[in-house]
């Protein structure tokens, strides 16, 4: 699973299933946004794209039995990462 360049982690969260993710960027959400379209598809991942409320977008991946997640959000000047990535195969909660 790809992680922004220079991106910093806020914070983690680990369950049985799943492991959570938050970083921040300065970079704007548009280029963060190309880095994980692209570098998910490069690595293997078939992507998936929606956008959630307030127009905030969501990659879904799926490689193999694993599922993924990124979530982008705006907040001033800054950019924020959530990446869920399944710990066991075939399971990402919403």
């Known amino acids: 699973m790809p992680i922004y360049p220079g991106a910093i982690a806020l914070v983690g969260r680990q369950t049985a299933t799943q492991l959570t993710m938050t970083f921040t960027t300065e970079d704007g959400l548009p280029h963060v946004l190309a880095f994980y ?14 956008e959630a409320l307030e127009g905030a977008p969501i990659l879904d991946g799926r490689k193999g039995s694993r599922t993924c997640r990124v979530e982008l959000t705006e907040d001033h000047a800054r950019t924020y990462i959530t990446v869920v990535l399944s710990l066991q195969p075939g399971v990402v909660k919403e």
């Open 37 to 50: 379209r692209e570098r998910l598809r490069r690595e293997g991942w078939a992507v998936r794209e929606q």
